[in-house]
Each structure stands twice: as C-alpha cells, then as structure tokens.
C-alpha cells in the first residue's frame, strides 16, 4: 500500500511539474522550490523502503527541459532578490557527481533564499512520516556566489563556475559601441571570456602541491615560516599563507574600491591627481594606447556605472605596510637600508619614493578585469593581498620541463616567452590555455585570492588575473639571496621580450642587486651559507649588468633613474664609479673565480645544473676560506 501510494505521489510531482508554466516569478521561485523538496521527500520516501542496507541519496539537480518555459526569480545567497532585467539569461546546472557546469540559454540561473539554503544544509532529510530510516543528506558545499555583487543588466553575460574552488562568477561584458548594428551588440571582451571559460575548469592550487604550498601563518614562530618560505620560493615554488591577518585593515563594511575615504584617510593617496588608468575596451580593442586618465575620486564616483571596466594598476600608498615574514625575506632592502659591509662605503642615496616604490603597491580594478599573462616588476618577488571582501582568481602558468631530457638556455628563454601571453599572438593567453606549434604544454591552476590568505610568488612566476568583483589588492614587493637565479632567469627574459612579459621596470632593484654583492664578504664572515646558483645568477647581474637591461624600458627612465641605467649600460667595468660599486663588483668576480676553480659553471648556462633549472642547487662551502682575504674590503 505505501509503495502504491509513493509511486503515486511521484508520478503526480511529475506530471504536475511537466506541465506548469509559470507568468508570476514570485509564484515560479515557489513552484520550482517546492518541486525540488518534493522530488526529494518523495525519492527519499521510496528509498527508505527497499529492505537492506540504505545508501544516502545523491542531491538531485534540476534542469528545466528545452521545451518548459520556466521563470525564476534571482535571488542572492542573502536573500536579497534581484529583479528579472538584473538575472542572467543563462542557466547554470551543476552536475554533483562531477562537479562539471552546463548554460542553458532558455532560463534564468536559480540560487537558493535563506529558508531554502538552510533546507538544503540541514544534517537530515525530513518530510517521510512512513520511513522508519532516516537518511544523512550528502549534498555537495553549495557554490560562493558572487554573480549578485556585478552590479547593471546581465545582459549577455552568463555564469562561470569555477569547479575547482567552488566559486560562481559572472564572465565579462562590454558592447561594441559605434553605428553598425553586429559590432555594437557584440561583446568586445569575448576573447577574455573564451579564456575565462577554460580558466574555471583548472584544478585549485591544492591539487598542484609541485607549483604551489599551502602553509598556516600560525602555524610555527615567525622565523621557522620565514625559512620555510625562503626555501620554497628557492625551488620556484609559490606559497600561499592561509589564515593571515590582514596587512591594511579597512574600517568600513564590504570592499573599499569605491570609497574614497579609504583611498584619502588610511592609504593617503591623494584622490585629485590625475592618474593612469587601463582601459578594458582600449585593451580589447588593441589600441596603441590603452589608458585613460582619471583621479581617484573620479573613479570612486564611477565605481557603478556599467559599460566600462578600468584598472588603476600602480597606485602608491602614503603608508609602509609591515608584513613580518615579507621583512624576513627582503634582503635586498635590508642591505639598502643598512648596508653590512660598512656604512661609510654607501654611495648611493635611496629616496623613501623609490623604496616605497619597490616594497609596498596596490591595484584598483573593477568587476570584470582580464589581467594577461606577464610576470612581475622585472625578477621581483611579490606578496599579494586582497582588501577587505575583495576576490581575485589568481591564475599561475608555469612550463614543464621534459622528461628524460635537460633544456638549453635559449629553450628555457623562449619558453618562458611564449608563456607570457604579451609576447605573442598565441601565448598562455590563448583561449584554451594552449601554445601553437610548441612541443610543450603549459600547466596552470587558479589561487582564489582572498581575505585572510595571501600569496608570496618568487620572481618570474607567469600568472594571468581575473577580478570578478570590484576590488582593492596591495602587497610587497623584495629581493631575497636564495631566489636570485630566478631574478636572473626574468631580467634574461625581459632583455629577450623586450620588456612585453612584464608589467614594471624600477630601477631600485639594480640598487639592491649592487648592495647585497657587496654584502657578501660580511655576510660569509658571520657564518650565512648560500646555494650556489643563486649566488652565480647575483654576481652575473653585477659584472655583466648590461646584459640584463631592456632597451625598450630604459626609456621609461626619467631623471637620476635615467642617468643610473645608461650607466650600467655602459659594460663591464665601465659602469663603477663608487666604492660600493668597487666592492660588489670584487666580491662578485671572486665568487666566481672560487666557484669555478671547484668545477660550477659560471657562465649562462649554470641554471641547467641539477635535477631542474628552477632549483637552487646546494650550499657552497668552498668560500669559508676567503674571507680573512674580502675582510681588507670593509675597513
């Protein structure tokens, strides 16, 4: 009798939801709320009869057929509905089984209100008076959804769910613009979009332990994570530190890209100076020039208007941001600041623009910014944060080495080329993540960037940006002794590149290179091992630092910078004029000697020593015995 009252129950759930077509879409939200909990409660019900052993039920996702015009109301994971105009015109459906993500163009993607989520989120399945069994629910974590803070009409936008880390976005957007009808309802952005649709597929930085390592910042003292860190980004290895507090803390509620008084009162920019801002369309359009000028005022005041997504990509803070395992790593600003050898060899002056220039940043971008792939500010290593409840999908590319085979110089180079998408038509940037005609495959995965996380990238490290909601990202940027072969592996990279791959050129880091040479015979006497390679990639920046400049950037130099770079570019030699640069360039030539006196090579080619070029290599000893010799250099 129970089973023939079930199957009823079903069979009318059925064929009442077949032939439902809802005009209300308040009614709608109900009917198709109601049609879920049914089916459920129903399939439960005739589960819990079957004698034996009960295997939990699998949540069941409803797709509307093609031919069910059904509506249903947007409604954000905080309840607040959306009206129809502000809902997607396509629907996602997410497949629990295999977490893949399906659009269809027919209907409006459905969240879940308040008293539906805490349904769906109870421990047990109710509803089934007749079962004697009751049934845990398995129901995956539902999606972070973000879609409801883009602000304007959906439009031609649809979601994107980013499968890996459980996050639902809404892809890019910008009209053609002009008088012909195709263009001006196009999406100037469809490329970015392409892109985006293969980036959500990529596995989370969790299932990629070899590109990326996931550390607690509590976890240990400050020194023990700070040496942990060193070693990592030693072997090219990204770190991200969970649970860390927050480098700038912002007073308000939400994200602060829009509110000037954070801009003005606590980072102390000022908010009526022109600044450069990127362009979404310029970009898209491959305009020769892709910005546009604006203050930071403007753009606060402009932070909901649609129809244009811009970045503000160099903004300079009036405050030091202190991040004590970023200061622990940071030993080009520490020899900057005081130099180890002696302080009566400093020659150079730091201004506190310059050094704030290299060591604290931060981004504004609005909802819905491609960053291409590019690697940072010329070999510097980066920390990056986002402000308040800012989100970024932080995308890492990196080239594999072959196996059974060892990769020359110039294959390492042009690898790295073609993996900043800058640099060609079908770099990483391509649509399916793919580089044409190459033996080579590049292998990605996606950091979500977020509030209480904060990533530590070592230099060279290709990445690709999507910011799906307005937001504000700060971090540091620093020189460390065991991370230099990869400095000298993306300033090569930028000569070759013509600076295209990068997104910055500060002269700043030539400073700290010529200071920690100089360092080196204090920092030996004291005891300080270091690995082998990246000690021969820091003196080969100092004796040849012509090799490792582009001509192309060097014409952004203005003033002393300017004078500075053409010196270095002069040659061998031809560019010491100080004492401190007498020093670095001595201690560099006789690390070199020593080194290749016990058979290290020196040249180009020693980062193809060891099991991959991206690692260290070992702790040189055979320096100890030099020092009472270098000592004569610091009196």
């Known amino acids: 009798m129970f089973q023939s009252n079930t199957t009823s129950l079903i069979w009318s759930a059925l064929l009442f939801s077949a032939f439902v077509r809802v005009s209300s879409i308040g009614v709608g939200t109900l009917v198709a709320d109601s049609w879920m909990l049914a089916i459920e409660a129903h ?36 309840g607040a509905p959306r009206s129809t105009s502000e809902a ?27 008293q539906a989520l805490k349904r769906r989120e109870s421990k047990r399945i109710s509803g089934c008076a007749d079962a004697d069994v009751a049934v845990e629910s398995t129901d995956p974590p539902l999606p972070v959804d973000l879609t409801a803070r883009v602000g304007g009409v959906m439009g031609r936008r649809h979601p994107l769910f980013w499968k890996s880390i459980n996050v639902l976005t809404v892809s890019p957007y910008l009209s053609g613009g002009g008088g012909d009808k195709e263009k001006r309802d196009g999406n100037v952005l469809q490329e970015d979009v392409e892109i ?52 700038v803390e912002y007073d308000g509620a939400g994200d602060p890209t829009g509110d000037i008084r954070f801009w003005t009162n606590t980072l102390k920019c000022n908010g009526a100076v022109k600044r450069e801002f990127q362009d979404g369309r310029r970009m898209a359009n491959d305009q020769p020039y892709v910005y546009s000028k604006a203050t930071l005022r ?64 931060c981004l504004a971008h609005k909802a819905g910014f491609l960053t291409p792939a590019h690697h940072d500010a010329f070999g510097l290593a980066t920390s990056i944060e986002t402000v308040g409840n800012g989100h970024k999908m932080w995308v890492l590319l ?26 060609c038509g079908e770099g990483a940037s391509h649509s399916k993540l793919k580089i044409k005609d190459t033996p ?25 940006v999507f910011t799906p909601v307005n937001c504000t990202t700060l971090g540091k940027q620093f020189m460390c002794y065991n991370i230099m072969h990869l400095t000298e592996y993306a300033r090569s990279l930028d000569v070759q590149t013509k600076g295209a791959g990068t997104n910055q050129a500060l002269d700043v880091m030539q400073h700290m290179i010529i200071h920690m040479a100089a360092a080196l015979p204090a920092r030996i006497a004291q005891g300080e ?35 500075f770079v053409k010196r270095l570019r002069k040659g ?34 020693y980062i193809l020593q060891g099991s991959s070029w991206r690692d260290p290599g070992d702790e040189v000893a055979c320096l100890d015995g030099s020092c009472k010799t270098w000592s004569t250099w610091t009196r």
């Not at 070899?210 to 976890?219: K, N």
């Not at 160099?314 to 991040?323: M, Q, R, S």
């Not at 990196?398 to 640099?423: K, M, Q, Y």
């Not at 690390?591 to 040249?603: H, I, N, P, W």
Request: charged residues 20%; hydrophobic residues 40%.
């Open 529 to 563: 091992k270091f690995r082998c390679k990246p000690l021969i990639g820091l003196c080969l920046m100092v004796v040849n630092p012509q090799l490792y400049i582009s001509p192309l950037w060097a014409r952004e130099y203005q003033g002393e910078a300017l004078a």
């Open 398 to 423: 990196r080239f594999e080495d072959p196996e059974g085979s060892a990769l020359t110089r110039p294959e390492i180079l042009r690898r790295g080329e073609l993996t900043v998408s800058n640099t």
């Open 88 to 114: 997607s015109t396509s629907a996602t459906a997410v497949d629990p089984s295999t977490g893949s993500a399906s659009f269809s163009s027919r209907t409006e993607f459905v969240t879940l209100d308040e």
């Open 196 to 247: 985006l649709e293969t980036a959500c597929q990529l596995p989370s930085s969790h299932e990629c332990p070899d590109m990326v390592a996931h550390l607690s910042y509590a976890s240990a003292t400050r020194a023990d994570v700070v040496a942990d860190v060193r070693e990592r980004m030693g072997r090219g290895q990204v770190v991200v530190l969970d649970d860390a507090p927050p480098l």
């Open 43 to 78: 399939a439960t019900c005739a589960a819990t009869h079957v004698t034996g052993p009960v295997s939990p039920m699998l949540p069941i996702s409803i797709t509307p057929a093609e031919d069910m015009d059904i509506q249903f109301e947007h409604v954000s994971f905080d």
């Open 440 to 464: 080579f495959a590049v292998k990605a995965c996606v950091v979500w960037a977020k509030a209480g996380r904060r990533i530590l990238q070592p230099p060279g490290q290709a990445h690709m």
């Open 572 to 605: 061998p030699n031809k560019w010491v004029i100080s004492l401190t640069d007498m020093l670095a360039l001595a201690a560099a030539e006789r690390v070199l000697d020593r080194l290749a006196s016990e058979g290290f090579d020196v040249g180009p080619d």
């Open 298 to 361: 403007e753009f606060c005041q402009s932070i909901t208007q649609t129809g244009q997504i811009t970045a503000l990509m160099d903004i300079k803070p009036g405050v030091h941001f202190v991040d004590p395992i970023v200061e622990g790593l940071a030993d080009g600003h520490q020899e900057v600041r005081s130099p180890s050898f002696s302080a009566s060899l400093q020659s150079y002056t730091m201004y506190p623009a310059a050094e704030q220039a290299s060591e604290n940043w």
